[in-house]
């Protein structure tokens, strides 16, 4: 097969993303290790009127057809936001952006990856950066190393041979992310608790469990320290009020207080790190379907997500600790703390700590200190248009 037999539609409406997301809820169902996520989710994310990623942001979604039969999809859009930063920070000017990329074939892969780039280059991109489905803070980069077990809540999981179709039609390599693999039942090598008990002595350090009480408040606490502390990383683009307050609604329901810590110096808030329970394993149980019977077990999941895995996907320090022995403290402090009480209050085994850039030093040398290992990587590619 050729791609002059396949065909690329795009698609529009209601009836066009849903087709869109039930495409590629039939490859995922195919790949080994993969976990269905809840349909009415999906659909949200490439909803303009759902999802406040649309409200600086345009996008074009395609379906590829061969003898009158889907066989693989993508999406082309403009992040207006990701625009406007330095172009040293992965994005800038003429940057757009591709995503969503699922497809039978290597053919089909070449004929849905033009398709988006002309896209692209009609819209005057001069430059294409992906797979970013949608938004830089959802899906970002295609895995490339961890095929062998299920992804953690909020992880892409793709295809082996994806990686050679997009590198073989001209994407190189742009940034590589890394998660890494945390055994919560052990203890932390010595140096780790001394410095932890070190910082546990200081009284200008307090250490403190997110409210769900001031819920709204804490999310504008944890966004303005996230917004600063990675302002200057790789792929930063800024949340938005209207994505604020979008979040913080779609992520209060998987908070459990315990896990989730605000470190404050001096009384001011200086770091935080969120921990999710892994919700994909209750929906790996219940084929990723609230009816009939699912969602009885999601919601007896959500009181207490006994023996769940842990993923820790944000975590940040304002940049006026970067490069500090307080930055490095404050972290380990909130990571000991969230381990602890992973392992006591929810018997949990395992933890998951990313995505952590590759040349993020400061998250590398934490993450090798508390002895945990790179388990997955993905990788964002560019490509001149």
Known sequence: MTQTDVVIDAVQGKAGRARFVDLGREFAARLPHSVPQLRSEQLELVDPAKNPFFGHAKAQLFVATRGGKDVGRISAHIDELALSVPAEKGFGPGTGNFGYFDAVDESVGAALLGAAEDWLRDEGMTRSVGPISMSVWEEPGLLVKGHNHAPMIMMGHHAPEYQSWIEGNGYTNAKTLLTYDLDVTKEFPKLVQRIVKSGERNERITVRQVRKSQWDSEVEIILAILNDAWSDNWGFVP???????????????????????????????????????????????????????????????????IGAGMRVPLMGVKKELHNSRMASQLAFMMISEIKDRADTLYQSKRGEIGWILDDNQGMVAIADTIDSQINREYRVYEKPL
Request: charged share 25%; aromatic share 14%; no cysteine.
């Open 239 to 305: 949340f938005t009020p209207e994505e604020i307050e979008h979040t913080g609604k779609k992520l209060r329901p998987i908070i459990f207080e315990p896990l989730n810590m605000i470190a404050e110096l001096d009384g001011e808030p200086m770091a935080f790190m969120l921990t999710f329970p892994d919700i994909n394993q209750v929906l790996a149980k219940i084929d990723g379907k609230l009816f009939p019977f699912g969602w009885f077990h999601l919601l007896k999941w959500l009181r207490k997500p």
